[in-house]
């Protein structure tokens, strides 16, 4: 089979498309083939040798992520699986590839009336902006600021805030990415590359911090006593260095959910019926053919992507 892999630690360049051995369902695994596999920021990270979880040591094939057509099973799975359509991990590595085989206890099914590639743009994304709303308390007429508001998450946090009755301060880089904010459903958005952002934005009561780094600890300023903020992503380069005695002194909570896995899979299945019911929208800003990888890999770090960027397989 085809598939991606990562030669080295370094820029883009070291995804090189080649062959991969065909893998095999074992005992309580399904064989899925892919059609698309789900891109992380994280993954960005993990090949430039940054990532949050330690370095990794090449020849692998990246990827944690997938969507397709489940065409075998192994011993002690049903047979009735084959020809599902599911959404899987893939345990932190092999998603770029024609094919994978994965636990049968770790599938999705993708509900009736929802596509594949939007259901492969959930399995991370919606997952984690459904925890992190259930866990801020998201309540009706809190104040909300978003950041990264047009990434995958971020696109979907302005959806899910807004349905709890949210007033939703949305902000990202750039008028395009401002612009799908409000689209989306955003009440007020800012472009954190103004000087002036904060003051445009204003007192809020829960900041969802996927950027880290200034754009959070500015946005920790902006938190009115009893609010909450979560962070989840560094897309800024680093965690936002916040001393728990300094938030306490302003009333503030920085939470950290740790989540286990029955919470995750509900979270999951969570987003997927909600977008299956036209009720969440995953932004699907741009696709690669799996064989490109790097140049998806190039795109999300030049900071020009928006939504979820997939590889079609």
């Given at each position: 089979?085809?598939?991606?892999?990562?030669?080295?630690?370094g820029?883009?360049?070291?995804?090189?498309?080649?062959?991969?051995?065909d893998?095999?369902?074992?005992?309580?695994?399904?064989?899925?083939?892919?059609?698309?596999?789900?891109?992380?920021?994280?993954?960005?990270?993990?090949?430039?040798?940054?990532?949050?979880?330690?370095?990794?040591?090449p020849?692998?094939?990246?990827?944690?992520?997938?969507?397709?057509?489940?065409?075998?099973?192994?011993?002690?799975?049903?047979?009735g699986l084959?020809?599902?359509?599911?959404?899987?991990?893939?345990?932190?590595?092999?998603?770029?590839?024609?094919?994978v085989a994965?636990?049968a206890a770790?599938?999705?099914?993708?509900?009736?009336?929802?596509?594949?590639?939007?259901?492969?743009?959930?399995?991370?994304d919606?997952?984690?902006?459904?925890?992190?709303?259930?866990?801020?308390?998201?309540?009706?007429?809190?104040?909300?600021?978003?950041?990264?508001a047009?990434?995958?998450?971020?696109?979907?946090?302005?959806?899910?805030?807004?349905?709890?009755?949210?007033?939703?301060?949305?902000?990202?880089?750039?008028p395009?990415?401002?612009a799908?904010?409000?689209?989306?459903?955003?009440?007020?958005?800012?472009?954190?590359?103004?000087?002036?952002?904060?003051?445009?934005a204003?007192?809020?009561?829960?900041?969802?911090?996927?950027?880290?780094?200034?754009?959070?600890?500015?946005?920790?300023?902006l938190l009115?006593?009893?609010?909450?903020?979560?962070?989840?992503?560094?897309a800024?380069?680093?965690?936002?260095?916040?001393?728990?005695?300094?938030?306490?002194?302003?009333?503030?909570?920085?939470?950290?959910?740790?989540?286990?896995?029955?919470?995750?899979?509900?979270c999951t299945e969570?987003?997927?019926?909600?977008?299956?019911?036209g009720?969440?929208?995953?932004?699907?800003?741009?696709?690669?053919?799996?064989e490109?990888?790097?140049?998806?890999?190039?795109?999300?770090?030049?900071?020009?992507?928006?939504?979820k960027t997939?590889?079609?397989v």
């Amino acid at each position: 089979m085809r598939a991606v892999w990562m030669t080295g630690v370094g820029g883009p360049e070291v995804l090189v498309a080649g062959d991969a051995p065909d893998p095999v369902a074992g005992p309580g695994q399904v064989l899925v083939e892919v059609v698309f596999a789900n891109i992380t920021f994280v993954e960005t990270q993990i090949r430039s040798g940054n990532g949050p979880f330690g370095r990794v040591e090449p020849p692998l094939i990246p990827g944690n992520g997938v969507g397709g057509v489940v065409t075998a099973v192994g011993d002690g799975v049903d047979p009735g699986l084959v020809g599902a359509r599911v959404v899987t991990g893939t345990g932190g590595s092999g998603a770029y590839a024609q094919r994978v085989a994965v636990d049968a206890a770790g599938i999705f099914l993708v509900p009736e009336g929802l596509a594949l590639d939007e259901a492969v743009a959930l399995l991370a994304d919606g997952r984690t902006a459904t925890m992190l709303v259930r866990h801020a308390a998201v309540r009706p007429g809190d104040r909300v600021l978003v950041e990264a508001a047009a990434g995958g998450v971020g696109t979907l946090l302005v959806q899910l805030a807004r349905a709890e009755g949210a007033h939703v301060v949305a902000a990202a880089g750039g008028p395009r990415k401002t612009a799908l904010a409000r689209e989306l459903g955003a009440d007020v958005t800012v472009d954190y590359r103004e000087p002036d952002w904060t003051r445009r934005a204003g007192e809020v009561d829960v900041v969802f911090d996927g950027v880290g780094g200034d754009i959070a600890r500015a946005a920790f300023g902006l938190l009115a006593r009893g609010g909450r903020m979560i962070s989840y992503g560094l897309a800024g380069g680093g965690w936002a260095e916040i001393p728990e005695d300094e938030a306490a002194g302003r009333g503030v909570a920085l939470l950290r959910p740790r989540p286990g896995p029955r919470e995750l899979r509900d979270c999951t299945e969570h987003a997927l019926a909600e977008a299956a019911a036209g009720r969440l929208r995953p932004v699907i800003g741009q696709r690669f053919p799996l064989e490109r990888a790097a140049d998806a890999h190039a795109a999300i770090e030049s900071r020009a992507t928006v939504g979820k960027t997939l590889l079609v397989v």
